[in-house]
């Protein structure tokens, strides 16, 4: 069966074009023109994935997306923004959303970021979900550091439960996204290794966007903000030119 893509811009010319580009990829797309029909939508029958523009009139892509978090939807969702600032993109993030792309785009960039962010939800061929390193379905990064018998992987005062999918640092619970924890998964699972920036973008994203984008640092930046707190090291360091390294000074 084909993915189903809902795709929610405002304006007729990109929607019209994209939504060509996706049905001749093979997606069955349902396209809307605002916020408010797309929730409709969503609620009709849930698609497989999300593709929102971030400025619509009325109910914007960023608040369709904090409406389904709410609900508990987990539908993966790529905002599409004219918006270039950190800010902008810390902004969805912190909404919800999965991953961004800033127009103007090439489609051939969509279609890599939907493939990807419908590989991590992809099940696996037992039908248990997506492959799990902790429960055994798939390798993880290498080299790997030990982690603590049980459920949980210890490193730098960060606990994590890969099954329940969530993190502490202490005692405090960190509130995650999706790729968030990923992320924060990779770096505890390698703990003092330096990872490279494409070994984490095929590992997160699964493919490598090139040394011109600014997905990772605007993902580790945010993450160092939930992380991060008021005396205490710094656990996430980048190592420039190379990538970044999980370790308590």
Known sequence: MPHTVLLAEDDRAIRNALERALTLEGYRVTAVADGVEALAQVHRGRPDVLVLDVMMPGIDGLQVCRVLRAEGDRTPVLMLTALVETADRIAGLDAGADDYVVKPFDVEEVFARLRALLRRVAPAPDGRGAPDPENGDGPPAEPVAPETPGRFVEAAGLRLDPQARRAWRGARELEL??????????????????????????????YDFGPGSKNLAVYVGYLRRKLDEPGAPQLIHTVRGVGYVLRED
């Open 177 to 206: 996204t999706r790729t968030e924890f990923e992320l924060l998964e990779l770096l505890i699972r390698n703990a003092g290794v330096v990872l490279d920036h494409s070994t984490i973008y095929d590992r997160i994203w699964g």
